[in-house]
């Protein structure tokens, strides 16, 4: 009996401690919950480090995953880790943590970066830049940066790193504005708004003075000197050393605009004929702007002659802005107002339907100066020309008063209800904002429409190509301009000026995004490289790997080209034996496997791995890297002089990686006659991989499809069999052509009048027996 009652009492004992730490591990799990995965990472930090002055971390902030940072005891900031609050997912599809110190009313007071797997700032850039581009916003406040971009571009900032760094400051910005709601500022209170709308009830015509005076037309003037100080402030010395000439003082550009669909302002710069015009052009809520400037620099940009872009203006209106381009522009020849300067440039642009933009609301002209420190590499800062509409020309328009409460006795629950709806009303504008924001990937392929319509045009034109290989094989002068034509602009287009190369790391990326969370986004975040990516899947299936690694791959393209001009000089080039190449070419598939292995494990390791493509020094980084990888480039390249596409042969893990889905493609486009291979091995010789075994097969895992043996197959000079054929055929041209000209001959002879008195001849063909030639000989009557 005491055996049972002992036993009954562990039970209990038993029951209460699983109770009591099952309470305690909920506690701690909800403050972990509460923190994300700040806590250890501030670990790792001083409080300093984020907020001057500051000697403690406090504890998390409730039902919001921040930390308050304080100086003794007065609350200094907070610190949060912005992948809690925005989706921080860079191109190697894993989250980029940055820890951010924010002070009371929004400024950045200090910002560390914690974590990434980003593939080119592992190695390839280093990172006191992306640091230095953090530090970039301390001081910065992320309520005004939200309602405004920053005054340059991060994408300028740091060259080779542009989704990275775009990710990294698109992620400070939302999460710290997201912060500040938490903490019950940014805009999310429940308060009645008061909104402005333009007036369009006034009306009249100002002179020049006036629209200056009374903010109705915004200026920007920008010196030499201030032109050139800017660039100094970029830190690149290429761009300082090509400043800009002149004195100082000297008036880079004067630049004007105004909103002229406010009836006032648009007749006094365009007069009444030319506004009226104007309205009824546009449609319903369209604004349209006015732009006019003068002094060295064009505010119209290059880019517009070119192909209709304005590529030195745009407008920006809080997170949104727009591109103006040829269809939205209208030329004018002067300011009607009395009084304006006689302009150079003026220009009438009308915004989109379908721009989110409000004419009562704030907005800037941003212009963008750059300079060109490279043939394909140039360095921007912008500058703003801030508007806002003046108040004598806006109405405004209040909330009705809400109704009273009925009864004193319910105010307590009339009190709790308007909080509570308050509440409400706070969430669901946090969520129809975060519904309405436009997520970072999209705005990306918007910035970049034009390259991303290059690059399909190439993509078609070399579908085409495949298409209809054998119409351009059979000429083999312009297969050749056409082959290195292509080569030189996905080396110098697509490679050096784009930067979309390919590597074995996106593989990776995308096998581990498989096995834990994948998203479309995460590999939309370089447009560029998700369409060769398509592109690639899709060829898989038509041609193998040979698509790619023959015609798209930068690397390739410059191993290739060097290869041509090392032949042209007279270099000897090296033939490998086949049975060497056999044992040699698996090397790159066994690589590839090590890196597979290696990135289940690690992948930030396997990405350091990865290092064996020397991709990102010749291709992304332009060689500017600490010369070890540059040594390596070299190598490689300079191996390539001798054994045409030597890293393609044996080493490139990326080839490997795509030739083993490769082997499922649905067609065999190469035509080969019986002959191949024996007895005639021409075109084994001349394969630039030797993917053309010697019994005449090809061996598609290998072949880049570059199309030299099809060239072959159908060239009547160097094929044996088309030799042959082309001889034949000759042969009966040759007789065709002695017999239609004896066939001449004798109709010719026939034709001829005997002389008078002379005895009639006539001739007669007689074949000879011993040639059975046809001879004419003369026959007397």
């Given at each position: 009996?005491?055996?049972?009652?002992?036993?009954?009492?562990?039970?209990?004992?038993?029951?209460?401690?699983?109770?009591?730490?099952?309470?305690?591990?909920?506690?701690?799990?909800?403050?972990?919950?509460?923190?994300?995965?700040?806590?250890?990472?501030?670990?790792?930090?001083?409080?300093?480090?984020?907020?001057?002055?500051?000697?403690?971390?406090?504890?998390?902030?409730?039902?919001?995953?921040?930390?308050?940072?304080?100086?003794?005891?007065?609350?200094?900031?907070?610190?949060?880790?912005?992948?809690?609050?925005?989706?921080?997912?860079?191109?190697?599809?894993?989250?980029?943590?940055?820890?951010?110190?924010?002070?009371?009313?929004?400024?950045?007071?200090?910002?560390?970066?914690?974590?990434?797997?980003?593939?080119?700032?592992?190695?390839?850039?280093?990172?006191?830049?992306?640091?230095?581009?953090?530090?970039?916003?301390?001081?910065?406040?992320?309520?005004?940066?939200?309602?405004?971009?920053?005054?340059?571009?991060?994408?300028?900032?740091?060259?080779?790193?542009?989704?990275?760094?775009?990710?990294?400051?698109?992620?400070?910005?939302?999460?710290?504005?997201?912060?500040?709601?938490?903490?019950?500022?940014?805009?999310?209170?429940?308060?009645?708004?008061?909104?402005?709308?333009?007036?369009?009830?006034?009306?009249?015509?100002?002179?020049?003075?006036?629209?200056?005076?009374?903010?109705?037309?915004?200026?920007?003037?920008?010196?030499?000197?201030?032109?050139?100080?800017?660039?100094?402030?970029?830190?690149?010395?290429?761009?300082?050393?090509?400043?800009?000439?002149?004195?100082?003082?000297?008036?880079?550009?004067?630049?004007?605009?105004?909103?002229?669909?406010?009836?006032?302002?648009?007749?006094?710069?365009?007069?009444?004929?030319?506004?009226?015009?104007?309205?009824?052009?546009?449609?319903?809520?369209?604004?349209?702007?006015?732009?006019?400037?003068?002094?060295?620099?064009?505010?119209?940009?290059?880019?517009?002659?070119?192909?209709?872009?304005?590529?030195?203006?745009?407008?920006?209106?809080?997170?949104?802005?727009?591109?103006?381009?040829?269809?939205?522009?209208?030329?004018?020849?002067?300011?009607?107002?009395?009084?304006?300067?006689?302009?150079?440039?003026?220009?009438?642009?009308?915004?989109?339907?379908?721009?989110?933009?409000?004419?009562?609301?704030?907005?800037?002209?941003?212009?963008?100066?750059?300079?060109?420190?490279?043939a394909l590499d140039k360095v921007f800062v912008?500058?703003?020309?801030?508007?806002?509409?003046?108040?004598?020309?806006?109405?405004?328009?209040?909330?009705?008063?809400?109704?009273?409460?009925?009864?004193?006795?319910?105010?307590?629950?009339?009190?709790?209800?308007?909080?509570?709806?308050?509440?409400?009303?706070?969430?669901?504008?946090?969520?129809?904002?975060?519904?309405?924001?436009?997520?970072?990937?999209?705005?990306?392929?918007?910035?970049?429409?034009?390259?991303?319509?290059?690059?399909?045009?190439?993509?078609?034109?070399?579908?085409?190509?495949?298409?209809?290989?054998?119409?351009?094989?059979?000429?083999?002068?312009?297969?050749?301009?056409?082959?290195?034509?292509?080569?030189?602009?996905?080396?110098?287009?697509?490679?050096?000026?784009?930067?979309?190369?390919?590597?074995?790391?996106?593989?990776?990326?995308?096998?581990?995004?498989?096995?834990?969370?994948?998203?479309?986004?995460?590999?939309?975040?370089?447009?560029?490289?998700?369409?060769?990516?398509?592109?690639?899947?899709?060829?898989?299936?038509?041609?193998?790997?040979?698509?790619?690694?023959?015609?798209?791959?930068?690397?390739?393209?410059?191993?290739?080209?060097?290869?041509?001009?090392?032949?042209?000089?007279?270099?000897?080039?090296?033939?490998?034996?086949?049975?060497?190449?056999?044992?040699?070419?698996?090397?790159?598939?066994?690589?590839?496997?090590?890196?597979?292995?290696?990135?289940?494990?690690?992948?930030?390791?396997?990405?350091?791995?990865?290092?064996?493509?020397?991709?990102?020094?010749?291709?992304?980084?332009?060689?500017?890297?600490?010369?070890?990888?540059?040594?390596?480039?070299?190598?490689?390249?300079?191996?390539?002089?001798?054994?045409?596409?030597?890293?393609?042969?044996?080493?490139?893990?990326?080839?490997?990686?795509?030739?083993?889905?490769?082997?499922?493609?649905?067609?065999?486009?190469?035509?080969?006659?019986?002959?191949?291979?024996?007895?005639?091995?021409?075109?084994?010789?001349?394969?630039?991989?030797?993917?053309?075994?010697?019994?005449?097969?090809?061996?598609?895992?290998?072949?880049?499809?570059?199309?030299?043996?099809?060239?072959?197959?159908?060239?009547?000079?160097?094929?044996?069999?088309?030799?042959?054929k082309r001889q034949k055929r000759e042969k009966?041209?040759?007789?065709?052509?002695?017999?239609?000209?004896?066939?001449?001959?004798?109709?010719?002879?026939?034709?001829?009048?005997?002389?008078?008195?002379?005895?009639?001849?006539?001739?007669?063909?007689?074949?000879?027996?011993?040639?059975?030639?046809?001879?004419?000989r003369p026959h007397q009557s």
């Amino acid at each position: 009996m005491a055996v049972v009652r002992f036993t009954r009492l562990q039970r209990w004992v038993g029951s209460a401690l699983v109770a009591v730490l099952l309470l305690l591990t909920g506690i701690a799990a909800a403050e972990a919950a509460e923190s994300g995965r700040l806590l250890p990472y501030l670990a790792k930090l001083q409080p300093s480090d984020l907020v001057p002055g500051a000697d403690r971390f406090g504890k998390p902030t409730p039902n919001a995953p921040t930390v308050p940072v304080y100086k003794g005891d007065a609350v200094v900031g907070h610190a949060y880790l912005t992948s809690d609050y925005v989706n921080t997912t860079g191109y190697s599809g894993r989250p980029i943590d940055v820890v951010v110190g924010l002070a009371a009313d929004g400024t950045v007071t200090g910002a560390r970066l914690m974590d990434h797997h980003e593939p080119i700032v592992l190695i390839g850039i280093p990172p006191a830049r992306i640091n230095g581009f953090i530090n970039g916003y301390v001081g910065k406040n992320v309520l005004q940066l939200a309602s405004q971009s920053a005054a340059s571009p991060p994408v300028d900032i740091v060259s080779g790193a542009t989704v990275t760094v775009m990710v990294i400051g698109d992620s400070i910005i939302r999460s710290g504005k997201k912060v500040m709601q938490s903490l019950g500022q940014g805009g999310t209170d429940a308060e009645p708004v008061v909104t402005k709308t333009i007036d369009l009830s006034k009306t009249g015509v100002e002179d020049w003075a006036t629209l200056i005076g009374d903010g109705s037309v915004r200026r920007l003037t920008l010196t030499v000197g201030e032109v050139n100080a800017a660039f100094e402030k970029t830190g690149k010395a290429e761009a300082i050393a090509r400043a800009e000439a002149g004195s100082p003082d000297e008036t880079f550009i004067d630049l004007y605009a105004a909103l002229v669909t406010i009836p006032t302002i648009g007749r006094s710069l365009l007069g009444d004929a030319e506004y009226e015009t104007l309205t009824k052009q546009l449609k319903p809520g369209q604004q349209a702007i006015l732009v006019a400037g003068q002094g060295r620099y064009s505010f119209k940009g290059s880019g517009y002659v070119r192909g209709g872009i304005f590529d030195r203006i745009e407008l920006v209106q809080h997170e949104g802005s727009v591109r103006f381009r040829d269809k939205m522009h209208k030329r004018l020849g002067s300011v009607a107002a009395a009084g304006a300067p006689d302009f150079p440039e003026i220009g009438l642009f009308v915004l989109p339907e379908n721009a989110e933009f409000n004419p009562a609301d704030s907005w800037r002209l941003q212009l963008l100066v750059q300079r060109a420190i490279a043939a394909l590499d140039k360095v921007f800062v912008t500058f703003d020309l801030g508007y806002q509409p003046p108040d004598k020309f806006l109405k405004t328009e209040k909330p009705a008063a809400p109704a009273p409460a009925p009864a004193s006795a319910a105010a307590p629950a009339s009190a709790q209800s308007a909080s509570h709806s308050a509440a409400i009303q706070a969430a669901g504008a946090a969520e129809a904002e975060e519904a309405a924001e436009t997520p970072l990937w999209q705005r990306i392929w918007q910035n970049r429409k034009v390259d991303v319509a290059i690059l399909s045009v190439a993509i078609l034109l070399l579908t085409g190509i495949f298409f209809f290989q054998d119409q351009l094989t059979k000429r083999p002068a312009l297969y050749e301009r056409v082959r290195t034509a292509y080569l030189v602009f996905t080396l110098v287009w697509l490679g050096w000026y784009a930067t979309a190369q390919l590597s074995v790391v996106n593989v990776l990326t995308f096998a581990n995004a498989l096995r834990t969370d994948f998203r479309w986004d995460y590999f939309m975040m370089d447009p560029l490289v998700f369409i060769l990516w398509f592109s690639v899947a899709a060829s898989l299936l038509f041609w193998g790997r040979g698509a790619f690694c023959g015609w798209l791959c930068p690397f390739g393209s410059l191993q290739e080209l060097l290869s041509k001009a090392a032949k042209k000089i007279g270099i000897r080039q090296i033939t490998v034996p086949f049975g060497l190449h056999q044992r040699l070419w698996p090397i790159k598939y066994i690589i590839f496997l090590m890196l597979f292995a290696l990135s289940l494990q690690s992948l930030g390791t396997a990405e350091k791995a990865a290092e064996i493509e020397p991709f990102k020094t010749a291709i992304i980084l332009h060689f500017v890297r600490d010369w070890w990888f540059v040594a390596f480039a070299v190598a490689l390249l300079a191996a390539g002089l001798f054994i045409e596409r030597f890293f393609c042969r044996y080493l490139c893990p990326l080839g490997a990686a795509l030739a083993i889905p490769g082997r499922l493609r649905m067609f065999d486009w190469l035509r080969r006659y019986k002959e191949c291979g024996s007895p005639c091995q021409r075109c084994g010789n001349e394969c630039p991989v030797q993917a053309i075994h010697p019994d005449g097969s090809i061996n598609p895992n290998e072949c880049i499809q570059c199309l030299h043996c099809q060239m072959l197959y159908h060239h009547d000079h160097k094929c044996p069999v088309m030799i042959q054929k082309r001889q034949k055929r000759e042969k009966w041209q040759a007789a065709e052509a002695r017999l239609a000209a004896e066939k001449e001959a004798a109709a010719a002879a026939a034709a001829q009048p005997a002389p008078a008195g002379a005895t009639s001849r006539s001739t007669v063909p007689t074949a000879d027996p011993a040639t059975g030639r046809l001879t004419i000989r003369p026959h007397q009557s």
